[in-house]
């Protein structure tokens, strides 16, 4: 099968910092892809930088066989990649229902006029159709968290970045998040997942990539990666 | 998208404030009827410009959050330009399409560069753009310069002609402002205003839409700067080009309440109306007047005299049925 993403030795410098050094990998659609290595790996950095929020210093990014590299984070949304925010960003002045609008609209799924891809039956297979009216503002952390998602998702994206989409919520929320990605993944969307929490990361993912100063460390199935000597020294630190 | 689901409750003063625009338009359309003097007819005509150019800048500013201190550019561009070519034989009309197109280009040429950045850097070049303008107008010999420029009147005057462009271009800019405010380009206004960041995360353009919302407001702008030329028949820099105009333009739609359709209406009556009251009465005291307002609203109630109304209406209805 031909991979979803394909991304060729991808390079950011931020003023003589090297944030990320020659990173290569592929998705294949359909999966659920974790992300992770310890703070400063440049986890952030990749996702920003396959979302178009910033431009890599080299590289390339093939999604979809097109070469999408450099491009702005709305001709991305446009292509099908989007993202969430680790810290949820809301429009507050527009009511939840308007927030998904915005994706609705702006997003792939424009101009596919007489679809059922409405922002209000988006809502509720996230789970907060009971609060459309409610202003933005009002939300709880943990709705907030299924906003942004619901957001996301009315763009009718391929592939859907995630950064830390569990942080800052308690064990059974963080538990319904994740039932929430999988089913966004049975619904056929890629997914590729940013995660601090590796017990979350480790229980949805099928397929983790390792991270460490900017570089790709190693990749493979959870069980596979939790054994590798190199990850649990990146972890855990150096002792020899 | 916006009353969806709302109860019924609602619906009696939803559709109050729908019919009363219309009243107001059609007592003001009927006007001649109670022959009134030719000053308050002036005022009434001075305060429609205002309107216009108050729900013009509430586009950009007030939906898309963008702040111009620079809208005398397109006024007195507008001015100028209608002044022109109602000199070299161009009709009314067309002159204030003319007038509409040249502070659209000027608005382009602002636009483009600036707002690419993100942050304060659009707010501060329209300050500087403002300027360089007017100091280039004041020495610009074609236009008479400083002591500014005449539009040589081939036919009678007729003060009413002149108060119906100003009625009709401002019911266009209401109709303008409501159709942004419900469709598919006011919601990216909106994102853009709440996070540029996050609304180009979900597919919308930022910087064409900016782009787009600039020249409809520069041509709504120029358009009533065409309106005024054709009425006051004599311009000058100082007067068009002032950056205290820039400056009043924005404060209109900050007072009634930015962001929302009649906020920017409301502000410029307010705006129109006491200004020109006090103006000839007390010379320094509008001013004084009106940085008291502004440094009220902003502290109390961010969304302007609508807001206010906002927050009384329901109490009063209640009191009314309790």
Redesign the interface.
Same mark, same amino acid.
């Not at chain 2, 022109?84 to 399409?97: E, F, K, R, T």
């Given at each position: 099968m031909a991979p979803i993403l394909s991304i060729d030795r991808v390079t950011k410098y931020f003023a003589g910092l090297t944030a990320l050094k020659e990173v290569s990998f592929d998705l294949q659609p359909g999966g659920i892809y974790g992300l992770i290595g310890p703070n400063g790996a440049g986890k952030t950095t990749l996702l920003s930088i396959l979302?178009?929020?910033i431009q890599p210093t080299s590289g390339t990014v093939v999604f979809q066989d097109r070469n999408v590299t450099g491009a702005?984070? %709305?001709a991305m949304?446009?292509a099908g990649i989007?993202?969430t925010?680790q810290v949820p960003?809301? %429009?507050?002045?527009?009511s939840v229902? *308007?927030n998904v *609008?915005?994706?609705v609209? %702006?997003?792939?799924s424009?101009g596919s006029a007489g679809d059922l891809w409405d922002a209000r039956r988006i809502l509720e297979w996230v789970g907060i159709a009971h609060l459309?009216?409610a202003p933005s503002v009002t939300l709880s952390v943990g709705d907030q968290k299924r906003l942004e998602l619901a957001?996301?998702l009315?763009?009718r994206p391929s592939l859907l970045l995630c950064d830390e989409v569990c942080s800052g919520l308690t064990e059974p929320e963080t538990a319904s998040v994740l039932r929430l990605l999988r089913k966004i993944q049975d619904a056929g969307t890629t997914i590729l997942y940013v995660e601090h929490n590796l017990k979350a990361i480790m229980s949805v993912s099928h397929h983790v990539i390792v991270m460490n100063f900017g570089e790709k460390l190693a990749e493979g199935s959870p069980e596979a990666v939790q054994s590798d000597p190199s990850v649990i020294a990146a972890y855990i630190g150096r002792t020899a | 998208?916006?009353g969806?689901?709302?109860s019924g409750a609602s619906a009696r003063p939803r559709f109050a404030f729908a019919v009363a625009p219309l009243l107001l338009l059609a007592v003001l359309a009927a006007l001649p009827a109670f022959s009134l003097g030719p000053n308050t007819v002036r005022l009434l005509f001075v305060t429609l410009v205002w309107v216009t150019i108050s729900i013009a800048w509430n586009i950009l500013g007030g939906f898309g959050g963008q702040v111009s201190f620079g809208f005398a550019v397109f006024y007195g561009l507008g001015a100028y330009t209608a002044a022109l070519s109602v000199n070299s034989g161009v009709n009314s009309i067309l002159s204030l399409l003319l007038a509409a197109s040249v502070a659209v280009l000027a608005s382009m040429l602002v636009g483009l560069p600036t707002f690419r950045l993100r942050g304060p850097y659009f707010a501060i070049a329209t300050i500087g753009v403002s300027e360089a303008v007017r100091v280039v107008m004041t020495n610009v010999s074609m236009t008479g310069g400083a002591s500014g420029y005449r539009i040589i009147e081939t036919r009678p005057f007729h003060q009413l002609e002149h108060f119906y462009a100003a009625l009709a271009l401002a019911v266009v800019a209401v109709a303008v402002s409501m159709q942004v405010r419900h469709s598919?380009f006011g919601?990216?206004l909106?994102?853009i205003?709440?996070?540029e960041?996050?609304?180009?995360?979900?597919?919308?353009?930022?910087y064409r839409t900016k782009l787009l919302a600039h020249a409809l407001a520069a041509a709504l702008t120029g358009a009533a700067g065409g309106v005024f030329a054709q009425y006051a028949a004599f311009i000058h820099p100082q007067g068009v080009f002032a950056f205290g105009i820039g400056v009043a333009i924005l404060l209109m739609p900050i007072i009634g309440g930015i962001?929302t359709v009649w906020g920017p209406v409301i502000g410029a009556v307010v705006y129109g109306l006491i200004q020109e009251e006090l103006i000839a009465s007390f010379p320094q005291l509008h001013l004084l007047i009106y940085g008291s307002l502004l440094i009220l609203i902003v502290l109390f109630e961010p969304a302007g005299i609508v807001g206010i109304a906002r927050q009384i209406v329901p109490r009063l209805r209640a009191r009314m049925e309790g």
């Amino acid at each position: 099968m031909a991979p979803i993403l394909s991304i060729d030795r991808v390079t950011k410098y931020f003023a003589g910092l090297t944030a990320l050094k020659e990173v290569s990998f592929d998705l294949q659609p359909g999966g659920i892809y974790g992300l992770i290595g310890p703070n400063g790996a440049g986890k952030t950095t990749l996702l920003s930088i396959l979302a178009g929020s910033i431009q890599p210093t080299s590289g390339t990014v093939v999604f979809q066989d097109r070469n999408v590299t450099g491009a702005k984070s %709305f001709a991305m949304a446009q292509a099908g990649i989007v993202r969430t925010h680790q810290v949820p960003r809301p %429009f507050r002045a527009l009511s939840v229902l *308007e927030n998904v *609008e915005v994706g609705v609209r %702006f997003g792939r799924s424009q101009g596919s006029a007489g679809d059922l891809w409405d922002a209000r039956r988006i809502l509720e297979w996230v789970g907060i159709a009971h609060l459309a009216d409610a202003p933005s503002v009002t939300l709880s952390v943990g709705d907030q968290k299924r906003l942004e998602l619901a957001r996301a998702l009315a763009t009718r994206p391929s592939l859907l970045l995630c950064d830390e989409v569990c942080s800052g919520l308690t064990e059974p929320e963080t538990a319904s998040v994740l039932r929430l990605l999988r089913k966004i993944q049975d619904a056929g969307t890629t997914i590729l997942y940013v995660e601090h929490n590796l017990k979350a990361i480790m229980s949805v993912s099928h397929h983790v990539i390792v991270m460490n100063f900017g570089e790709k460390l190693a990749e493979g199935s959870p069980e596979a990666v939790q054994s590798d000597p190199s990850v649990i020294a990146a972890y855990i630190g150096r002792t020899a | 998208m916006n009353g969806a689901g709302k109860s019924g409750a609602s619906a009696r003063p939803r559709f109050a404030f729908a019919v009363a625009p219309l009243l107001l338009l059609a007592v003001l359309a009927a006007l001649p009827a109670f022959s009134l003097g030719p000053n308050t007819v002036r005022l009434l005509f001075v305060t429609l410009v205002w309107v216009t150019i108050s729900i013009a800048w509430n586009i950009l500013g007030g939906f898309g959050g963008q702040v111009s201190f620079g809208f005398a550019v397109f006024y007195g561009l507008g001015a100028y330009t209608a002044a022109l070519s109602v000199n070299s034989g161009v009709n009314s009309i067309l002159s204030l399409l003319l007038a509409a197109s040249v502070a659209v280009l000027a608005s382009m040429l602002v636009g483009l560069p600036t707002f690419r950045l993100r942050g304060p850097y659009f707010a501060i070049a329209t300050i500087g753009v403002s300027e360089a303008v007017r100091v280039v107008m004041t020495n610009v010999s074609m236009t008479g310069g400083a002591s500014g420029y005449r539009i040589i009147e081939t036919r009678p005057f007729h003060q009413l002609e002149h108060f119906y462009a100003a009625l009709a271009l401002a019911v266009v800019a209401v109709a303008v402002s409501m159709q942004v405010r419900h469709s598919k380009f006011g919601l990216a206004l909106i994102a853009i205003r709440e996070d540029e960041e996050a609304a180009s995360d979900l597919g919308v353009n930022p910087y064409r839409t900016k782009l787009l919302a600039h020249a409809l407001a520069a041509a709504l702008t120029g358009a009533a700067g065409g309106v005024f030329a054709q009425y006051a028949a004599f311009i000058h820099p100082q007067g068009v080009f002032a950056f205290g105009i820039g400056v009043a333009i924005l404060l209109m739609p900050i007072i009634g309440g930015i962001g929302t359709v009649w906020g920017p209406v409301i502000g410029a009556v307010v705006y129109g109306l006491i200004q020109e009251e006090l103006i000839a009465s007390f010379p320094q005291l509008h001013l004084l007047i009106y940085g008291s307002l502004l440094i009220l609203i902003v502290l109390f109630e961010p969304a302007g005299i609508v807001g206010i109304a906002r927050q009384i209406v329901p109490r009063l209805r209640a009191r009314m049925e309790g």
